[in-house]
């Protein structure tokens, strides 16, 4: 069974690039967040897609948007990307079960630097 | 909106010592609570969680956890660490409806090093 995928692992960019994440869920499962863990610093939600929509939004500029696709795989993509973009970007799948609990499972994240 | 505290930056073990890393949070609703650990190298993997009933709960690697709806506290233990548990520790919180019911708020995090 196939655990949370991501890919790149790495990606270098430099100021001003656009960048495109992806991500594969967790087999089952149908729901895909997306955070953001700088150095030192624990996860912060960026969104959540179910159905191809987004469904919930932390604080993020418009700058970050995603996508899902009809099998459940997404997209992160980060435009104009700043220095202060440089972090590592986790995927996490989910499937929210009628009971409001919520269990996420996450993938191995893409180390994005900005240079 | 959640907010989640934890209260130890970083804490140095010998091993077999005993272990309690706290975790504490704001939301005055129903929540889910998680502690997550990051080995070096490795991704976010999940410790234990705690949904509803019984306030202690069991997780993996001999942890266990406190729920004190009273405190706001979900303190993450062991009795007795090992080397190989050397890691960095989050908790998380999500409520159970309304607004943050789908997103996950992370503490800060606690990087634990045991010394052999």
């Known amino acids: 069974d196939a655990g949370v995928t991501q890919s790149p692992t790495h990606l270098i960019k430099t100021r001003g690039q656009q960048v495109t994440l992806r991500c594969s869920p967790k087999?089952?499962?149908?729901?895909v967040s997306w955070y953001q863990q700088a150095l030192g610093q624990g996860p912060q939600f960026i969104f959540q897609?179910?159905?191809?929509?987004?469904?919930q939004r932390g604080n993020f500029p418009d700058r970050f948007s995603g996508h899902q696709f009809p099998n459940y795989s997404s997209e992160l993509n980060v435009n104009a990307l700043l220095l202060g973009d440089s972090a590592l970007y986790l995927c996490?799948?989910?499937?929210?079960?009628?009971?409001?609990?919520?269990?996420?499972?996450f993938g191995p994240g893409t180390r994005l630097t900005v240079l | 909106a959640q907010s989640v505290s934890q209260h130890n930056h970083h804490v140095i073990l010998s091993e077999a010592a005993s272990l309690e890393l706290g975790c504490n949070y704001s939301?005055?609703?129903?929540?889910?609570l998680f502690w997550y650990v990051q080995y070096p190298g490795q991704h976010l993997q999940l410790l234990l969680k705690?949904?509803?009933?019984?306030?202690l709960v069991k997780g993996i690697k001999g942890f266990e956890a406190e729920f004190i709806k009273s405190k706001f506290s979900f303190n993450l233990r062991k009795p007795s660490v090992q080397w190989s548990d050397t890691a960095e520790y989050f908790c998380?919180?999500?409520?159970?409806?309304?607004?943050?019911?789908?997103?996950?708020?992370f503490g800060k995090g606690t990087k634990l090093s045991v010394i052999p």
């Open positions: 996490a799948s989910s499937l929210l079960l009628g009971t409001g609990i919520n269990e996420q499972f």
């Open positions: 087999s089952g499962h149908d729901t």
């Open positions: 897609y179910y159905e191809e929509e987004e469904r």
């Open positions: 939301y005055g609703g129903t929540v889910n």
């Open positions: 705690y949904f509803s009933g019984d306030p």
């Open positions: 998380a919180v999500n409520a159970r409806s309304g607004a943050g019911s789908y997103q996950l708020t």
